[in-house]
């Protein structure tokens, strides 16, 4: 029988406001539950008006007010986040098992079963697949016989690097574009055996470094369907589209390469020196598999590497004693002309703080990757309920004066005493995250960015351009997947 008689309908004006009263009544429900505290979220908008276009900011103030575990409502989406170390290894560490999953993004062009079976990064929970494709990388990639074996590779990388920087020498360079372009030749040659780009510093519309960016950028823009998934379907924004377009051609740029080692495998010929690639194919990986592995190692293995060191060497450029310190400590280990190789790095300690402080005030990626809340749970006597989404802001552990000495100052010496590290175990440091969710690829982003800014370091004097005053270096920050500089850093190398 029906709640009213079919002569009296339900207006249209009442059937639209059906979500609104739904709304409002589950967030009464929420509050019931002793949700960790937070700004009062508006009716059906939350606290998106309240986040802006900087959100590591605004969430480390709200954490100030309200504690370092605080809630907000981003649309329907409840985000559950921790700004201390305590909270993040109560996330990250004592219930790490639970907390494990992943919501996967709405711009994400496969099927959910199909990320599952073959994302290293998506996967939703820690099934099989995702420990087999882990244990897989870390075998043939991140081990350390691995990176031992990978050594040779990256230092010709970098001084093919260095010898276009000498080439140029005296002009002004977007040091980004140089960084970017050698990151992904040496991820090129680890993959595939061949360089993915020519060198330049100026940056192009085209070609792989603009469509990774693109790729990267895609998904950190703010989606509506993530605040309301109700409206996944309809993709309003075009974002699932766009992505699907610039994934594609990413694939188009080793589907050759592919096919050709398929054939020559299937023609029995072989070679001594086997790429990941080939390792992957004789592994039975098939085509998918390939595409959505190499995407995301290639995605995330350039962008964040390349932030870190152009945070890095602004940070040096503005602190001319660490950058003498720098330069001097690689003098007394090496000569002049002397190649800087990755067997020198762990006898450069004030290298490795430098790293580290850069690590602490600019993490790559501020707020680590989501994790999800698969069933309701507590967390500090506070309910988090099913499909919560977690945040660890990182970029506010590594700011917190509770934890740090004058926290806004580069000084790399606050290193040199100390015994934390960035693997996962000291929890006021964990620009790579920690647990089960950590990292893979922290081994080889160590060697890389170690590599890198020593050989920068020592073959060249670095200036801005026009004389201008590195005190005056706009260190503003440009929020995304990565945590990158506002302005790109334009310098000239002498």
């Known amino acids: ?5 079919m002569e009296y309908p339900l207006p249209l004006s009442f059937l639209i406001l059906i979500p609104f009263f739904l709304f409002i009544f589950k967030q009464f429900i929420q509050k019931s539950r002793n949700l960790p505290p937070g700004p009062r979220p508006w009716p059906v908008l939350g606290n998106i008006l309240l ?3 900087k959100p590591h900011i605004s969430l480390a103030q709200f954490a100030k007010i309200h504690g370092s575990l605080i809630s907000v409502r981003l649309g329907s989406q409840l985000v559950v986040v921790a700004s201390s170390p305590d909270t993040a290894a109560e996330i990250l560490k004592t219930q790490d098992r639970l907390l494990s999953a992943r919501s996967v993004p709405k711009v ?3 099927d959910l079963s199909v990320i599952d079976q073959h994302s290293i990064v998506w996967s939703s929970d820690l099934s099989n697949h995702w420990k087999i494709l882990r244990a897989f990388c870390r075998t043939h990639l991140f081990s350390p016989k691995a990176i031992e074996s990978q050594a040779a590779l990256r230092e010709k990388k970098v001084s093919e690097m260095i010898d276009f920087l000498r080439s140029n020498k005296g002009e002004t360079v977007k040091i980004s574009e140089i960084l970017f372009g050698t990151i992904l030749n040496m991820l090129g040659n680890l993959f595939f055996s061949k360089d993915l780009c020519q060198l330049d510093y100026e940056g192009n519309t085209s070609g792989i470094k603009h469509v990774i960016r693109k790729f990267v950028e895609l998904g950190a823009m703010p989606n509506i369907s993530e605040f309301y998934p109700i409206f996944d379907a309809l993709d309003i924004q075009g974002l699932r589209k766009q992505t699907e377009i610039y ?20 023609l029995g010929s072989s070679t001594k020196n086997l790429d990941f690639l080939d390792v992957m194919i004789h592994s039975g990986f098939s085509d998918l598999q390939i595409n959505i592995l190499l995407m995301e190692l290639i995605a995330a293995g ?16 503005r602190n001319k004693d660490s950058m003498h310190k720098l330069q001097a400590e690689l003098r007394s280990k090496m ?9 020198n790095i762990s006898e450069l300690p004030y290298l490795a ?12 990626t501020p707020f680590l990757i989501p994790r999800r809340a698969p069933e309701t749970c507590k967390i500090m006597d506070y309910t988090i309920p099913k499909n919560s989404r977690l945040f660890v802001n990182v970029w506010a552990i590594g700011r917190d004066s509770n934890t740090w000495e004058d926290p806004l100052s580069f000084r790399p010496e606050r290193f040199l005493d ?8 000291d929890f006021e440091f964990i620009p790579f995250g920690a647990g089960r969710r950590i990292c893979p690829g922290l081994p080889f982003a160590r060697q890389e960015v170690h590599l890198i800014l020593a050989s920068l370091i020592h073959y060249f004097e670095w200036s801005l351009p026009n004389d201008e005053d590195p005190m005056q270096l706009d260190m503003e920050e440009k929020f995304g997947v990565t945590l990158q500089k506002e302005k790109s850093l334009l310098v000239v190398p002498v």
């Open 302 to 317: 350039s962008d964040t590497t390349t932030s870190t060191i152009e945070w890095a060497m602004a940070e040096l450029l």
């Open 353 to 364: 703080a430098c790293v580290k402080e850069t690590l602490r005030i600019h993490p790559p």
């Open 335 to 343: 000569g002049e002309n002397d190649i800087i190789t990755e067997s």
């Open 51 to 53: 986040i802006g276009k």
């Open 418 to 425: 100390s015994n934390l590290d960035f693997r996962g175990q």
């Open 108 to 110: 994400a062009t496969y």
């Open 247 to 266: 994934q594609n051609q990413l694939i188009d740029i080793w589907n050759e390469i592919v096919k050709e080692k398929r054939q020559a495998i299937s």
């Open 1 to 5: 029988m029906p709640l009213l008689p």
